[in-house]
């Protein structure tokens, strides 16, 4: 074998011992786990905050006494210093609420111009007029639901403290008074080595 | 004499007997938490009944545990968990709901992360989602 020969068939080799060590591996995780992989915002927080709120709004007076009231989801203002789907937030508490069957929710907003679009859709001739959804039957929400999530990120040398809180409040909208309001705190703190 | 003896042990046991029945108004309840049939007789027999370990073994245990019903139908949950470490220790919990056929009543919650100074008590607590859910056990998995 010639020396070049066997310098390629030596790379060869080579490279594919490091093809195999670098296989990528995909597998199932649970959904639900505990997720440390970085200090920023994650699905434990996520599924912690949506929890905790859909559990203290649940026994709020006006959502236990009252029969079944309706609430529209307004905005989470994220005024973190990172980017946070707050939509994702408020979209797990009301799955929460709604399957918990204590609560209706009308349509908020952001779903306003779909379901308009629908029922001008259902007035046109295509449809039964039978069976078509009326214009003028909405219902409209008794609460809204708001709320902020802000941090406050430090960080010293190798360790970085990141501490999050979720402020909710339901508003009567018929009175402008504030019916129900909690937090959820989380703390996370990376140390590096 | 002998049946002086006799009274006496007679009067002691029945007031043990009182003793252990304190709080369990209602049948079916300890501390307020459901039991269905199971026999507890004091708060240790109730958290073993309703607390799960899972994972590695841990310092940290279930020591107390009361229950309430709010807003009408929910049920309250308060539980203590102690460190008995010299060291600050990691855990998760989650509650499981289970209603009256003993299926599950709501889907499997998030595991929560919690931390215990050394030689400390946490009290968690939780609510249940839905008032199909009449049973619960608390299952507590050691992180490290």
């Known amino acids: ?193 | 004499m002998k049946a002086k003896w006799i009274l006496t042990a007679a009067a002691l046991s029945l007031a043990a007997g009182c003793a252990t029945q304190k709080g369990f108004e209602v049948p079916g309840f300890a501390f307020g938490c459901p039991i269905g049939d199971t026999k507890v007789s004091s708060m240790d027999d109730l958290v073993k009944a309703k607390v799960v370990s899972e994972g590695r073994r841990s310092n940290v245990q279930a020591t107390e545990m009361r229950c309430s019903k709010v807003s009408g139908d929910l049920l309250r949950i308060d539980a203590n968990l102690n460190n008995d470490s010299r060291s600050v220790k990691r855990v998760s919990y989650k509650f499981r709901w289970i209603d009256r056929e003993g299926m599950r009543a709501w889907e499997e919650e998030a595991w929560k992360p919690l931390m215990l100074y050394d030689n400390s008590n946490l009290v968690i607590n939780t609510v249940s989602p839905t008032n199909k859910a009449v049973d619960f056990r608390l299952i507590v998995r050691g992180d490290e």
């Open chain 1, 1 to 193: 074998m010639s020396p070049l020969r066997g310098i390629a068939l030596a790379g060869a080799v080579a490279a594919a011992v490091l093809a195999t060590g670098c296989a990528e591996k995909t597998r199932y995780g649970d959904a639900r786990a505990v997720e440390t992989l970085t200090n920023e915002f994650g699905s434990t927080d996520l599924q912690m905050m949506a929890e905790s709120m859909a559990r203290s709004m649940s026994q709020a007076p006006v959502i236990a006494s009252a029969n079944l009231p309706v609430v529209t989801v307004q905005e989470v203002r994220n005024k973190t210093s990172e980017y946070i789907d707050t939509r994702a937030i408020t979209d797990s508490i009301r799955s929460e609420l709604q399957k918990g069957g204590k609560v209706r929710f009308a349509v908020d907003s952001a779903g306003m111009g779909q379901q308009t679009e629908e029922l001008k859709r259902q007035q046109s001739e295509l449809y039964a007029k039978e069976q078509a959804a009326e214009m003028g039957r909405m219902v409209g929400a008794q609460y809204r639901l708001e709320g902020n999530i802000v941090s406050i990120v430090k960080q010293v040398k190798d360790t970085k403290d990141v501490y999050y809180k979720l402020n909710l409040q339901l508003w009567n909208i018929r009175n402008g008074l504030l019916e129900w309001s909690d937090e959820k705190e989380i703390r996370k703190t990376t140390t590096r080595g």
